[in-house]
T-cell receptor, first 119, second 116 residues
Framework: DSGVTQTPKHLITATGQRVTLRCSPR?????VYWYQQSLDQGLQFLIQ???????AKGNILERFSAQQFPDLHSELNLSSLELGDSALYFC??????????????????FGPGTRLTVL | AQKVTQAQTEISVVEKEDVTLDCVYE???????LFWYKQPPSGELVFLIR??????QNEISGRYSWNFQKSTSSFNFTITASQVVDSAVYFC?????????????FGTGTRLTIIP
């Protein structure tokens, strides 16, 4: 058990719909990352939050958005869903924080993932 | 841009054999981190190891060992005396060492099957 929780475990929905995936990081971790794992794209970084603020953005579609709340849990919102959005979505957390360049604590621990199926 | 290549898509070995998974990376950064993750059939991603670019010491943990060679930009992973429980997809990953740039760039993974 990594200590990172994600809900729901499975989600089945239809094209055009909107869903919200939830992630709770490990206790004390301020950084949250979202990744997408699909058959054609592999494992891809989507977005990172640190203590409530967006820190880095990857290949995240405009139809997707995320936020991190004061209690540090994060949500990934996916809208206008398409068949190609079917994937396993992972959340990860780490203890990384500014001021540690070169000695960054970057062990990212992953949650169990949310499997999204768009029909 | 960073890139990780795992040329071996699938490997099958008989139980108790040793197996090495290859990983070659590209980066312009002088300081970076390399990782290996295991994804068993249940789907979760399990952290195995992190190496810093400034530390080329090889590491052994039980039946697992890692060979980091900066000169060839490789970070290979060896399982000794493989077991059926080692069957999984293994991912090599790379990240920068600066806050705000810790995103992991993953390879495409190697599916390892241990035959009983």
């Amino acid at each position: 058990d990594s200590g990172v929780t994600q809900t729901p475990k499975h989600l089945i929905t239809a094209t055009g719909q909107r869903v919200t995936l939830r992630c709770s990081p490990r206790s004390g971790d301020l950084s949250v990352y979202w990744y997408q794992q699909s058959l054609d794209q592999g494992l891809q970084f989507l977005i990172q939050y640190y203590n409530g603020e967006e820190r880095a953005k990857g290949n995240i579609l405009e139809r997707f958005s995320a936020q991190q709340f004061p209690d540090l849990h994060s949500e990934l919102n996916l809208s206008s869903l398409e068949l190609g959005d079917s994937a396993l979505y992972f959340c990860a957390s780490s203890a990384s924080r500014p001021g540690l360049a070169g000695r960054l604590v970057n062990e990212q621990f992953f949650g169990p993932g949310t499997r999204l199926t768009v029909l | 841009a960073q890139k990780v290549t795992q040329a071996q898509t699938e490997i099958s070995v008989v139980e108790k054999e040793d197996v090495t998974l290859d990983c070659v990376y590209e980066t312009r950064d002088t300081t970076y981190y390399l990782f290996w993750y295991k994804q068993p059939p249940s789907g979760e991603l399990v952290f195995l190891i992190r190496r810093n670019s400034f530390d080329e010491q090889n590491e052994i943990s039980g039946r697992y060992s890692w060979n980091f060679q900066k000169s060839t930009s490789s970070f290979n992973f060896t399982i000794t005396a493989s077991q059926v429980v080692d069957s999984a997809v293994y991912f090599c990953a790379l990240s920068e060492a600066n806050f705000g740039n810790e995103k992991l760039t993953f390879g495409t993974g190697t599916r390892l099957t241990i035959i009983p």
